[in-house]
Structure formats: C-alpha cells, structure tokens
C-alpha cells in the first residue's frame, strides 16, 4: 500500500500550484483522502479531505476558497490545487487514507490526524517573495 505526494516547489505570493498524490495497493475509489500541512515548528493541520466520490469535499478556514480538491478514481490520483497562495500556506503538505472504507459524506472531522492510518511522504511547499 503506498501514497506518493507531489508537485511542490517554490512559488510567489499570489501564485498558483497543484499537488497530486497518487495511491496503489488497495481499493482506491472505496476511501476517502485527505491532505495535511505541517509547517516548522506548528503541530500538523487538516487542510481538506475528499468522499469517495467528489461530491464531498470539506477544507479547513485557512484555505476555504483558495484551495479546490478533487479526485480521478480512473487515476487513483487525488489533487489538491492551491491557488492565491500564502507566505503562511509554507509547509509539507502530506496525503493520506481516511481509515473507514466508504465515507461519501465528509466533515470537519475528517480533517483530524488520528483518523488516517496510511501517509504519503510528504511534498514541500514553500511560498516567498
């Protein structure tokens, strides 16, 4: 079972990326995803999370209207678009697999660490002038 992050890099103020993160080893299309950020030295945040289709999709405050998740089951790829990025959006952003099978709906609460059983590596995010 493997999560793979990627696309990061550096970028402007204002700019745009898009991260994918793709997924083998198990059913793809039966789990949620969601993505994390950890910047140094802040605990870990829930950035959003997707159903396992893509009529579901939850974002924390901090990214609400910048960031657009979305998912190709066709794929087993998982994006994360991040647009009119932040000096504060810097961080390793991470994917990673809800650990119920079938969730459609998602929550806030699916934005809690504790509830993932499998991470992705982790992809580097930095965002300066």
């Known amino acids: 079972l493997q999560l793979q992050a990627c696309g990061g890099g550096l970028v402007q103020p204002g700019g745009s990326l898009r991260l994918s993160c793709a997924a083998s080893?198990?059913?793809?299309?039966?789990?949620?995803i969601g993505w994390f950020r950890q910047a140094p030295g802040k605990e870990r945040e829930g950035v959003s999370c997707?159903?396992?289709?893509?009529?579901?999709?939850v974002y924390a405050d901090s990214v609400k209207g910048r960031f657009t998740i979305s998912r190709d089951n066709a794929k087993n790829t998982v994006y994360l678009q991040m647009d009119s990025l932040k000096p504060e959006d810097t961080a390793i952003y991470y994917c990673a697999r809800f650990f119920l099978r079938t969730v459609v709906a998602v929550t806030t609460d699916h934005l809690r660490d504790e509830n993932y059983d499998y991470w992705g590596q982790g992809t580097q995010v930095t965002v300066s002038s």
């Open positions: 080893g198990f059913p793809f299309d039966d789990y949620a």
């Open positions: 997707i159903g396992v289709s893509d009529t579901s999709t």
